[in-house]
């Protein structure tokens, strides 16, 4: 059984990036056909899916993220990571990290617990 573990800082100062990691266990992330994704939920708000790295390597980002998004991936760790810039306090989210199949859309049947991250002075 797969599990997805989130890590990084709790707290990003403004403009500054927000860096965080997934590690994934039980399962590699170079797996025919799944996409590792990031969705994170605003306080108050719904999900919101940030972008994926498949496990071709190929990336996929919401558009309206697109241009502070990046996301990478360690194979020899197993790890694959977000990295967002210029963050403002519109930011501040749970981040959760998780495992999709391509069903249509994308079917996320694997999450990590979320973290909790802060963005402020």
């Known amino acids: 059984q797969v599990q997805l573990q989130e890590s990084g800082p709790g707290l990003v100062k403004p403009s500054q990036t927000l860096s965080l990691t997934c590690t994934v266990s039980?399962?590699?992330?170079?797996?025919?056909?799944?996409?590792w994704s990031w969705i994170r939920q605003p306080p108050g708000k719904g999900l919101e899916w940030i972008g994926y790295i498949a496990y071709s390597g190929s990336t996929y980002y919401s558009p309206s993220l697109k241009s502070r998004t990046s996301i990478s991936r360690d194979t020899s760790k197993n790890q694959f990571t977000l990295q967002l810039s210029s963050v403002t306090p519109e930011d501040t989210a749970v981040y959760y990290c998780?495992?999709?199949?391509?069903?249509?859309?994308?079917?996320?049947?694997?999450w990590g617990q979320g973290t909790q991250v802060t963005v402020s002075s």
């Open positions: 039980g399962g590699s992330i170079t797996t025919n056909y799944y996409y």
């Open positions: 998780a495992r999709a199949v391509a069903a249509g859309g994308l079917d996320f049947g694997s």
